[in-house]
Nanobody, 125 residues
């Protein structure tokens, strides 16, 4: 089994920055993609962005494009979400996930096999 552990969440003022980390352990994996989703009470889980593991190619939701950046460290099996120019509407629990699909940029929740426990990001206005 794959275990994913997010860290780096917290409270930040609007306009500030945070960097989230997601460390993978357990079952060895290659290829596929790692993604970030977020969820607030009463709303569906929302796609944030994804990175194809082997190539490093990224894809982002329009709501975060230009503000958030995903990167990964192959050796550490860790993916990062750098969040800049944060807005109150970015407040959510952020989840790291892994997809086994080998092509393209998976954007749907059902395309991901493993999920972390989530980390809370709160942006004050």
């Amino acid at each position: 089994q794959v275990q994913l552990v997010e860290s780096g969440g917290g409270l930040v003022q609007a306009g500030g920055s945070l960097r989230l980390s997601c460390a993978a352990s357990g079952r060895t994996f290659s290829g596929g993609a790692m993604g970030w989703f977020r969820q607030t009470p009463g709303k569906e889980r929302e796609f944030v962005g994804t990175i194809v593991w082997n190539s490093g190619s990224t894809h982002y939701a329009d709501s975060v494009k230009g503000r958030f950046t995903i990167s990964r460290d192959n050796a550490k099996k860790t993916v990062y979400l750098q969040m800049n120019s944060l807005k109150p509407e970015d407040t959510a629990v952020y989840y790291c996930a892994r997809s086994s699909y080998g092509l393209g940029h998976p954007v749907l929740e059902r395309e991901y096999n493993y999920w972390g426990q989530g980390t809370q990001v709160t942006v004050s206005s």
